[in-house]
Nanobody
Framework: QVQLVESGGGLVQAGGSLRLSCAAS????????MGWFRQAPGKERDIVAA????????YYVDSVKGRFTISRDNAKNTVYLQMNSLKPEDTAVYYC?????????????????WGQGTQVTVSS
C-alpha cells in the first residue's frame, strides 16, 4: 500500500511558476514509476508527465514540453513537478499517481495508487 500526498498548488498569474510535490509513504518508493495527471472542470483526467523508477526516463504531453519538468528524489520518497511559464489553460486539479514496477505509463488505468489532488489556478 502506498499513500500519496500532493502539495504546492495555488493561485498564480500567467507566466508564473509553481512546484508541486508528491510525498509517498512506504519504503519501496523506487519500485514505482510516477506520473502527474490533471483534470480541468468538465474534462477527463489526462497525463501531464511521467518518470520511470530510476528517474532516467521522462515523458511530457506536448502542451507542457519545455515548460514543465518532472523529477524524483528516491531518498526522500518524493516526486516533483516544476511548472514554469504557466498559462490559464494549465488550470486544473493536479494528481500524482504511482505505477508498481512500471515504466511511467501515459494511461490512467496503469497506475495503482493516486493522491487526493492539488488545485492549480492560473489567472490571465
Amino acid at each position: 500500500q502506498v499513500q500519496l500526498v500532493e502539495s504546492g498548488g495555488g493561485l498564480v498569474q500567467a507566466g508564473g511558476s509553481l512546484r508541486l510535490s508528491c510525498a509517498a509513504s512506504g519504503r519501496i518508493f523506487s519500485s514505482y514509476a510516477m506520473g502527474w495527471f490533471r483534470q480541468a472542470p468538465g474534462k477527463e483526467r489526462d497525463i501531464v508527465a511521467a518518470i520511470n523508477r530510476s528517474g532516467g526516463s521522462t515523458y511530457y504531453v506536448d502542451s507542457v514540453k519545455g515548460r514543465f519538468t518532472i523529477s524524483r528524489d528516491n531518498a526522500k520518497n518524493t516526486v516533483y513537478l516544476q511548472m514554469n511559464s504557466l498559462k490559464p489553460e494549465d488550470t486544473a486539479v493536479y494528481y500524482c499517481a504511482a505505477q508498481l514496477a512500471g515504466w511511467g505509463s501515459t494511461t490512467l488505468g496503469a497506475y495503482n495508487y493516486w493522491g487526493q489532488g492539488t488545485q492549480v489556478t492560473v489567472s490571465s
